[in-house]
């Protein structure tokens, strides 16, 4: 009798081998990926078909990828989600590269019942449910992000870098006259060009000279930038050298030397650098390092 039943048992444990074998070699029809992105981690929670959501997975960057390569294997369909963030659209050129259909989609807050309680694990898990949503055909389920293409981005970037720059600019100068007023003197205008700190120079109380011309370094520095950037569509500052060979022409009152209309910078649209002599009082190139 215990023998019969020891052999019943084992047939019952084969079946069962069998059955989840073949499960396993059914591919599935969609599966579902939310994806919380971090620096050095990804949280995924995966939805097969019209299933439950399975628990949170933690991958490394690169460890992810190999993962989500095999799940084309499973699925005839792939479907994965993030939100935007700092990280951009690099994730999501390299998921529709590989076949995946992949949503970036609006950040928002996924605490519902305000539990005041941010988990990485409850962000993907909202992700893929609401991503099953949307396949499913709820359009509402998430607001998704158009993704500029890689030209369009690149020019994001560079325009939100100069307006950065600017922004800077104006911040310093501000500082200037910030300064200037608490001893006393008015400053008006752009006040850091050569041709007005010349004559202020010589005006100004000697504490306010020394705590502007710092500030007005930094300006010149920035206002390279600016203009870098507008030339050429980035900032390939390399070396010293390339520094001056890709500044634009400032005009007469050019912010980095005193050469003045002997200066590559006045009314030329092609610099010279070898007729170029900076001021030896800034360094363009070591102010820029310690800024970085």
């Known amino acids: 009798m215990t023998?019969?039943?020891k052999s019943k048992a084992t047939k019952t444990r084969t079946r069962k081998r069998t059955a989840v074998s073949a499960e396993s070699t059914v591919k599935a029809k969609t599966i579902k990926l939310g994806i919380d992105v971090h620096l050095d981690r990804y949280v995924?929670?995966?939805?097969?078909?019209?299933g439950t959501p399975q628990p949170p997975q933690r991958f490394a960057p690169a460890e992810f990828m190999l993962w989500v390569a095999k799940q084309l294997g499973l699925a005839e369909q792939v479907f994965t989600c993030y939100e935007a963030g700092p990280f951009g659209y690099s994730l999501h050129r390299k998921l529709e590269k590989m076949g995946i259909t992949n949503h970036v989609v609006r950040p928002r807050d996924w605490d519902e019942y305000g539990k005041k309680v941010k988990t990485d694990k409850r962000d993907a898990q909202q992700l893929a449910l609401h991503l099953d949503r949307y396949v499913n055909g709820n359009r509402e389920a998430f607001c998704v992000v158009r993704v500029p293409s890689p030209e369009q981005e690149q020019e994001r970037s560079l325009s939100r870098q100069r307006e950065s720059f600017q922004r800077e600019r104006q911040r310093l100068a501000a500082q200037g006259r910030s300064h200037a007023l608490y001893y006393g003197e008015h400053l008006q205008g752009e006040w850091w060009r050569p041709a007005a700190w010349n004559t202020l120079a010589a005006q100004l109380p000697p504490i306010v000279v020394n705590l502007l011309e710092p500030l007005r370094r930094l300006i010149a520095v920035v206002r390279t930038g600016v203009?870098?950037?507008k030339r050429t569509g980035?900032?390939?500052y390399t070396s010293r050298q390339n520094v001056l060979e890709q500044s634009e022409p400032y005009g007469r009152d050019?912010?980095?030397?005193d050469v003045g209309a002997e200066c590559a910078f006045y009314g030329e649209g092609t610099v010279r650098a070898v007729r170029h002599q900076p001021r030896p009082a800034i360094d363009i190139w070591s102010a820029m390092q310690r800024m970085a």
């Open 44 to 50: 995924v929670v995966r939805i097969l078909d019209g």
């Open 3 to 5: 023998n019969t039943n």
């Open 234 to 236: 980035v900032m390939g």
């Open 254 to 257: 050019c912010s980095v030397c």
């Open 227 to 229: 203009i870098g950037n």
